[in-house]
């Protein structure tokens, strides 16, 4: 009698998870990125084609930064890198035009594995923003409006964050601009 009852619960135990749609519940699957910020560029020691993965925005010590992960490839004299490497770059410019953010981000230093010092100064990126929620009008009008009157980073960062958040709930559109 003592056996039967923890063998009948390991039945339990075993029938349970072999009936599918009872007591699992499915991982959750990673939302996609809000911000994605395209980034390439050549010079001397080589080139990178890859993108900026904005995660969210932190007002840093020397200002405000975009935190996020540098992903792509280099291209040098060692071959072909694959980069994919967190990443905390400042933001050098802002600004909103209508349904556009205006970024100037740098330095950026991706190191792939044979660690070519690759360098871009700054690069410029304008993301028209789509679809236009009310959510995302309101949050692209009260960054303008902290712009203008000279917010402190930390503000900024709580104003593009919560732009961030209302551009995860729709599906934004992206484009780089001029480097």
């Not at 900026?52 to 890198?81: C, H, K, M, Q």
């Not at 981000?105 to 594995?113: M, S, T």
């Amino acid at each position: 009698m003592r056996l039967l009852r923890p063998l009948l619960i390991l039945l339990l135990a075993v029938a349970a998870v072999a009936v599918p749609g009872t007591a699992t519940a499915a991982a959750p699957t990673p939302a996609a990125p809000a911000l994605v910020l395209p980034v390439s560029w050549a010079e001397f020691r080589g080139t990178f084609d890859g993108q900026l993965i904005v995660d969210r925005f932190s007002a840093e010590p020397d200002g405000l930064a975009v935190v996020g992960t540098l992903r792509g490839s280099t291209n040098s004299r060692y071959g072909p890198e694959q980069v994919d490497q967190p990443a905390v770059v400042p933001v050098l410019a802002l600004a909103v035009n209508r349904n556009t953010l205006h970024l100037e981000l740098g330095p950026l230093d991706p190191r792939p594995p044979s660690r070519v010092g690759l360098h871009l100064d700054r690069f410029t990126a304008d993301v028209t923003l789509s679809p236009l929620t009310r959510a995302v009008r309101r949050a692209l009008r009260e960054l303008g409006q902290a712009i203008r009157r000279g917010a402190p980073p930390a503000e900024l960062a709580v104003r593009l964050n919560r732009l961030l958040s209302s551009l995860a709930a729709g599906r934004p559109c992206h484009e780089p601009a001029d480097r």
